[in-house]
């Protein structure tokens, strides 16, 4: 018999041991395998009576397919037993406890912690939402740690929470109201999207060491979970523009409005593709590769593009190691790929003061042409000031938004025959003779390689990453 306070039940192959914790509708035990391997697993014992009797038969079916699943940030489910009052489900073991007990203890995690976990979030309900299977019962209780050291997150309790209702027969809520969203609380009718919403009540916590609707009373919380307020973010810790548009979007209270699981996965703050994964090394590697090849071949430029986009993955990849002495040496690795780029950016820049002063009459020629349009001013204004920030020696965030900024709208204008309305760029304009503005009958075009001369003297983009990326910390 399973149970609470009980002892471990008998159970085929294996001995249940130390009872590991206690959920809405199970109790789950340490176990060793009576095998020679004596494999260690995680007993968990669902009591039939919190099915009904058809949900029985869903349940099984559904660990059948569960059985099936493989995921690094899912908990196996090796295998499963059933007698007249329990249904036993055969797991991994996770020694690193719960994410409700890894944040308890840390009180709040940084944003750059939680940010992993999230990202190894993202990664489980992805697999999930391409299997078609919602979680339904997220909450830090049901994230669980591989290990102690260099935790992994592994999401568990899934596909079991839709023969469960959060309601029971005499409309008690079971489970904890604080991760649900307030959909599933009010109108007892709600779909995946409630997953959405628990993502972002587990972000909140970790990062704020509370969920946004802890309470001292029930009536509060009821207050809370009716309320129409929009959920407020507390301002300390400070965070990261991308990780506050993220909570805001995922605690939206109507789910019409709440972020998509598409536009999860693709958030800025998720950044799927650069969270430390066994491919982050590789893809490291590859781009390294190509980018010392183009050092060798004397695009400057090219290189120092490749080693910072490579640089986005050495940092994941180093996270992602955990053998000490491979760290050390992609961390060797890794400086050398600095230095190197941080001369090429030298070079790069030293190239860009003698070309802006090429493309300085460009600039004024376009402008004078120009002197009518309005929108045109505007965009090559904004890049006279980007040049004249970088000549000041301000390579920051801002310099780096007017050169994207007028290039953006150069760009809208260069596709729009007619950016200015009535009047636009002249057709056909004998200022060609300038060579600023090739007049096509008719279009109007601005000739892109003088534009980006314009735009961009030094004939590139400072991309984002070669901005910021020589002052972030890695490991
Ligand atoms: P319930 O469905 O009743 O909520 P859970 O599967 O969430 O049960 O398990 C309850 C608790 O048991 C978890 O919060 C966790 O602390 C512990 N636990 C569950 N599965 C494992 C496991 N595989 N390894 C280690 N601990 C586990
Ligand atoms: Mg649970």
């Not at 944040?103 to 078609?132: G, S, T, W, Y």
């Amino acid at each position: 018999m399973a149970g609470g306070g009980c002892a471990p039940p008998r159970l085929d192959g294996f001995v249940l041991t130390e009872r590991l914790g206690t959920g809405t509708y199970a109790t789950v035990y340490k176990a060793y395998g009576k095998r020679d391997t004596r494999e260690v697993v995680a007993v968990k014992c669902v009591s039939k009576r919190s099915l009904n009797r058809a949900s029985v038969e869903n349940l099984l079916t559904e660990i059948e397919i569960l059985k099936t699943i493989r995921h690094p940030h899912i908990v196996e489910l090796k295998d499963f037993q059933w007698d007249s009052d329990h249904i036993y489900l055969i797991m991994e073991f996770c020694a690193g406890g719960d994410l409700s007990r890894f944040i308890r203890m840390r009180r709040i995690l940084p944003e750059k912690v939680a940010r992993i976990f999230l990202q190894q979030l993202a990664c489980a309900l992805k697999f999930l939402h391409d299997h078609n299977i919602s979680h339904l019962d997220l909450k830090p209780q049901n994230i669980l740690l591989s290990t102690p050291e260099n935790p992994q997150l592994k999401l568990a309790d899934f596909g079991f929470a839709q023969y469960m209702s959060p309601w029971d027969e005499k409309h008690v809520l079971r489970g904890s109201p604080l991760y649900m969203a307030p959909e599933m609380v009010c109108r007892q009718q709600y779909d995946a999207r409630v997953d959405l919403w628990s993502v972002g009540v587990i972000l909140y916590e970790a990062l704020f060491g509370r969920p946004p609707f802890a309470s001292r009373s029930f009536a509060e919380l009821e207050e809370k979970i009716r309320s129409d307020r929009a959920i407020e973010l507390p301002s300390r810790p400070p965070l990261s523009p991308e990780c506050r548009d993220l909570l805001q979007r995922l605690l939206e209270r109507d789910p019409l409005k709440r972020i998509s699981f598409e536009e999860f996965f693709a958030h800025p703050f998720v950044d799927m593709e650069h969270m430390p994964g066994p491919e982050s090394f590789c893809k490291a590697t590859n781009l390294v590769v190509e980018a010392v090849k183009k050092d060798q071949e004397g695009d400057a430029s090219a290189a120092l593009s490749l080693y910072c986009k490579a640089l986005e993955y050495f940092v994941p990849a180093l996270h992602y190691e955990s053998d000490a002495r491979r760290k050390e040496a992609i961390r060797t690795k890794v400086g050398q790929y600095i230095s190197r780029a941080e001369e090429l950016k030298a070079l790069v820049a030293s190239k860009s003061k003698n070309l802006l002063q090429q493309g300085n009459p460009a600039r004024e020629i376009l402008k004078e042409m120009a002197k009518d349009k309005p929108r045109l001013c505007a965009a090559l204004e904004m890049a006279s000031v980007a040049v004249a920030r970088e000549e000041e020696g301000k390579d920051d965030g801002d310099t780096l938004e007017l050169y994207q900024q007028s290039l953006g709208e150069l760009l809208l204008l260069l596709a729009d025959p007619d950016p200015d309305g009535p009047g636009g760029v002249p057709e056909g304009s004998d200022q060609d003779a300038g060579g600023a503005i090739h007049g096509q009958r008719g279009s109007g075009r601005l000739r892109p390689e003088l534009l980006h001369l314009a735009v961009t003297p030094n004939g590139m983009l400072p991309a984002p990453r070669c901005c910021r990326w020589p002052r972030r910390r890695l490991g």
